[in-house]
C-alpha cells in the first residue's frame, strides 16, 4: 500500500490520525501555522486535511507540487478551488456521511422548537409571566415539508420526518433523487405547497442568495424556514422583511450569511449589520453557531469517514 506524508491544517478527533497512521502513513501538524508560513514547505506533501480555516486556491495548489489529495473533514468543499485542482488530477475527499445524522436530527429539533415557540415561552417565564394564549403553537401533522437538496443531510432530515404524518416534498438538481421518503418536484411545485423550507445544500454560485425577496413572495403559504446548510444560502435583509409581514412565521438558522469562510463568530464586527440586529432578538427565530454537524458522535464520525475514503485511494 502507497503511504503519505499528510500535513493537518485543523485539529481533528484523535481517531483521524490513530487511524491514519496504523496505515503507515505519516502525519505533520500545522493546526496553528500561519499560511504564509506553511506554503514554501507544502511541495514535500502528498495529502492535506483540512476542515475550514483558510480557502485552498490556486497560490496554495500550486506550492503543493506532489499533492495526490485533499481530504476536508466535513460536508462541504467551497472552500477549495476544485477545478484547479482536479485539474492537477488531485483527489478530492469529503465526509458528508459523518454528520448527516447529527444535521437530520437538529433540523427536526428547530422545526418542532419554532413550530411549538418554545424559545419565547421559556424567555417569558425566566421573566415572570404564565402566557398560554401567546405561546400556542401549531401541529406538523398534515402539513407539508419542502427540503431543497436532497442529499445526504436533505434525506437524513426526511426520514427523520416519518411518524409526524407531514407530507414531504424535495428539489434537487440532479434527477431522480427522491425516495420513500420525499418525492421530488420542480421549485415551483415546492413553493406551492409547503408550509416548511429546510435548506440542504452546498454552497455554489446557483445557491448562494438563493432565498431572497422573489422565493418567498412565490410561497404560496405563511412558511417556516430552517437553515442547516450554509448562511450565504439566504439574503438576511430580505429573510427580515418576510418576518416583519408574517409571510415567514419563524426562521431556524444554524448558519448565517455574516459569517466568514472559516465559519468564525459572527461578532467580530465593529458595527453590527440591523438585519441581523432584528434577528438576534426576534422571538419567531432561533439561532445556533453552526453546530448541526458539530455533535460528539459527528466529531468522531467524520474523522472515521475521511480515514476509510484515504484507505480507499489505494485500493
Known amino acids: 500500500m502507497t503511504t503519505y506524508r ?3 491544517v485543523d485539529d481533528n478527533h484523535p481517531l483521524l490520525l490513530e487511524g491514519l497512521t496504523a496505515m503507515g502513513h505519516e502525519n505533520h501538524l500545522a493546526y496553528d501555522v500561519p499560511l504564509e508560513t506553511l506554503l514554501p514547505s507544502l511541495s514535500q506533501y502528498d495529502g492535506l486535511v483540512i476542515r475550514s480555516r483558510f480557502p485552498i486556491d490556486k497560490t496554495f495548489i500550486d506550492a503543493a507540487t506532489k499533492l495526490k489529495f485533499i481530504a476536508r473533514v466535513g460536508a462541504g468543499l467551497e472552500n ?15 465526509a458528508p456521511e459523518g454528520n448527516r445524522n447529527a444535521v437530520g436530527e437538529q433540523a427536526l429539533g428547530m ?5 411549538n415557540k418554545l424559545r419565547p415561552a421559556h424567555q417569558s417565564i425566566q421573566q415572570g409571566q404564565w402566557l398560554r394564549e401567546a405561546h400556542r403553537g401549531w401541529e406538523l401533522e398534515g402539513k407539508t415539508v419542502g427540503i431543497i437538496g436532497y ?5 437524513s432530515f ?4 416519518q411518524g409526524f404524518a407531514v407530507n414531504v416534498l424535495c428539489h434537487d438538481i440532479l434527477p431522480k433523487v427522491g425516495d420513500a421518503y420525499a418525492t421530488q418536484v420542480d421549485l415551483a411545485s415546492l413553493q406551492a405547497a409547503s408550509h416548511v423550507i429546510s435548506l440542504h445544500i452546498p454552497q455554489t454560485p446557483l445557491t ?8 418567498i413572495d412565490q410561497m404560496q403559504h405563511p412558511f417556516w424556514l430552517i437553515n442547516t446548510a450554509r448562511g450565504k444560502a439566504v439574503i438576511t435583509e430580505d429573510l427580515v422583511e418576510g418576518l416583519k409581514s408574517g409571510k415567514i412565521l419563524g426562521a431556524a438558522l444554524d448558519v448565517l450569511e455574516y459569517e466568514s469562510a472559516s465559519f468564525h463568530s459572527i461578532f467580530n464586527a465593529q458595527q453590527r449589520p440591523p438585519a441581523l440586529d432584528y434577528l438576534l432578538h426576534a422571538d419567531q427565530v432561533l439561532l445556533s453557531p453552526h453546530v448541526a454537524g458539530w455533535t460528539f458522535e459527528s466529531h468522531q464520525k467524520l474523522a472515521q469517514t475521511i480515514v476509510d475514503k484515504i484507505k480507499n485511494l489505494n485500493e
Not at 422545526?111 to 413550530?115: D, F, G, K, P, Q
Not at 442529499?151 to 434525506?155: D, L, M, R, S
Not at 426526511?158 to 420526518?161: P, R, T, W
Open 6 to 8: 499528510i500535513l493537518h
Open 111 to 115: 422545526l418542532l422548537a419554532l413550530t
Open 80 to 94: 477549495i478551488d476544485r477545478e484547479y485542482a482536479q485539474s492537477k488530477n488531485i483527489a478530492l475527499i469529503a
Open 158 to 161: 426526511a426520514k427523520k420526518l
Open 208 to 215: 448562494h442568495g438563493m432565498i431572497h425577496r422573489k422565493f
Open 151 to 155: 442529499g445526504n443531510t436533505g434525506k
